[in-house]
């Protein structure tokens, strides 16, 4: 099995509100990933963790907030967003962390920011 | 640091026809290179990649990627396409970035497949 499951896989939400991203993967893999993308460009890394801990933050805004409860599950809690932040953002994970590691992507979530 | 570039933003070729995406890297040592897939809407799949050894790498749905050190290249090819292939393309390069190793994408290639 080599899926990774994000839930939802669309969110509307207003600026005040708070909401949290979903993603789990039963492969085993110690590396899970947040990516953000917007139309048209390539996945932008936000966040990896390593064996449950951040190891990676690429200098994200504090308003998203990552969490690794456990190797199988990778949260992204959202609050006081921004209407520039509406994107589809990408769960993946991959053996670990290492480059030549293939990344398994799950399909999304779309978000939109009101 | 890495980096990839895509130089063709879009593409459109005709169903059955040969197709070749371009993507050039630079890094200063060998890098670890990849060719993922998004359709509308979706995820990333891999396609295939390469690390070492043949530099001409088999990948799923019929393509193939030429790893060419002294241009800098890893173009993908496949000899027939269907219109199931239309898509976004996006190289990627891993290498190690600052001390943590990560994916560094180029800006992709979008596949139009006209009948």
Same mark, same amino acid.
């Not at chain 1, 969490?67 to 990778?74: A, D, G, H, I, V």
């Given at each position: /099995? ?22 789990? &993967? ?7 990933? !947040?990516?953000? &993308? ?46 520039? /932040? ?8 991959? &053996? /670990?962390?290492?480059? !030549? ?14 | ?5 895509? *130089? ?5 070729? =005709?169903?059955? +026809? ?12 060998? *890098?670890?290179? $990849?060719?993922?897939?998004? =359709? ?10 390469? $690390? ?10 019929? $393509?193939? +990627?030429? $790893?060419?050190? =002294? ?12 219109? =199931? ?31």
């Amino acid at each position: /099995d080599t899926e990774v499951t994000q839930t939802p896989k669309h969110l509307v939400m207003g600026m005040t509100n708070k909401k949290s991203l979903k993603c789990e &993967q039963h492969m085993g893999h110690r590396a899970m990933y !947040w990516y953000k &993308q917007k139309a048209k460009k390539p996945p932008e890394l936000m966040f990896v963790y390593s064996y449950e801990k951040l190891s990676i933050n690429e200098s994200v805004p504090s308003r998203f907030s990552p969490e690794c409860p456990n190797s199988s599950l990778l949260n992204l809690h959202l609050h006081a967003l921004q209407p520039e /932040d509406s994107a589809l953002y990408l769960c993946a994970s991959s &053996q /670990d962390l290492t480059a !030549w590691e293939t990344q398994y992507f799950g399909p999304g979530t779309r978000l939109l920011v009101l | 640091a890495q980096s990839v570039t895509q *130089p063709d933003i879009h593409i459109t070729v =005709s169903e059955g +026809a040969s197709l070749e995406l371009r993507c050039n890297y630079s890094y200063g040592a060998t *890098p670890y290179l $990849f060719w993922y897939v998004q =359709s509308p809407g979706q995820g990333l799949q891999l396609l295939l990649k390469y $690390f070492s050894g043949d530099t001409l790498v088999q990948g799923i749905k019929g $393509f193939e +990627a030429e $790893f060419k050190r =002294s241009q800098s290249s890893f173009n993908l090819r496949k000899p027939s396409v269907h219109w =199931s292939d239309a898509a976004e393309y996006f190289c990627a390069v891993g290498a190690p970035s600052g001390g943590n190793e990560k994916l560094t994408f180029g800006t992709g290639t979008r596949l139009t497949i006209i009948p």
